[in-house]
């Protein structure tokens, strides 16, 4: 008989429980909150935080910086309440049942006491035209009905500070997408990385970083596993603040 899933995913200093969440836990997330630059940053912002994984995986490697956590489906919302209280690093993290679309205009009590963010995170929906699931939620976890590349890139640009970074994660052809809208709104590539399953797979994921200002932007690659199928050491290495298995 199949495995069921564990409602939960344990990491070195904190736990994640999906089991409520329209979207579990999954390896190209938790590369993204590894990835991200939080070096630095004093007030960020994790749009559709889901369970709260990004934001507390951010947390970790900053314990300083105030985060504002913004999701929409309601379940997703009370279990990234749930995580973010249980874990060591609650009183950094506030978390806000809204859509960013809306956020800040109908919401007090932020973690931060200013609307320009120096670091924006997000792991966006990103199906426009897909097969759809039975549940709704999932629906609205995957699908770009609810938040559109336009309104994502409209949202960043209206709370990003003029020296602060956005960083998402996206499919390739829909980070080709999100380039040229970003484009019009002075939003710029800097830094890409090119997630790839194994040296074999084709492209799986880019997350890029966009800034205010041009400079050329520097391409890395990141293969999740070796031919063989075990771990590679550089994901091993991106990883090992946080796996319990490195």
Known sequence: MPRTPAPYFRFKQFTVMHDRSALKVCTEACILGAYVKVTGATRALDIGTGTGLLALMAAQRNPLMRIDA?????????????????????????????????????????????????????????????????????????????????????????????EGRFVVLLPAYETQLLTEIAAGAGLLP?????????????????????????????????????LDGSYSDEFRTLLKEYYLIF
């Not at 792991?123 to 559109?148: G, I, K, M």
């Open 70 to 162: 913004v999701e929409i489906e309601e379940q997703n919302f009370l279990q990234a309440v749930d995580n973010v209280a249980k874990s060591p690093f609650a009183d950094g993290i506030a978390v806000h049942h809204t859509a960013i679309q809306d956020w800040p205009r109908n919401n007090e009590n932020l973690a931060s006491n200013f609307h320009d963010y120096d670091l924006i995170i997000s792991n966006p929906p990103f199906f426009a035209n897909h097969l759809r699931s039975p549940s709704a939620a999932r629906n609205r976890a995957l699908h770009t009905d609810t938040l559109s590349l336009e309104e994502l890139v409209d949202s960043v640009a209206r709370l990003l500070a003029v």
């Open 190 to 226: 800097t830094h890409q990385l090119q997630v790839f399953q194994r040296p074999d797979k084709p492209l799986f994921r880019m997350i890029t970083t966009f800034e205010r200002h041009h400079t050329e932007s520097i391409l890395e690659s990141l293969y999740i596993h070796h």
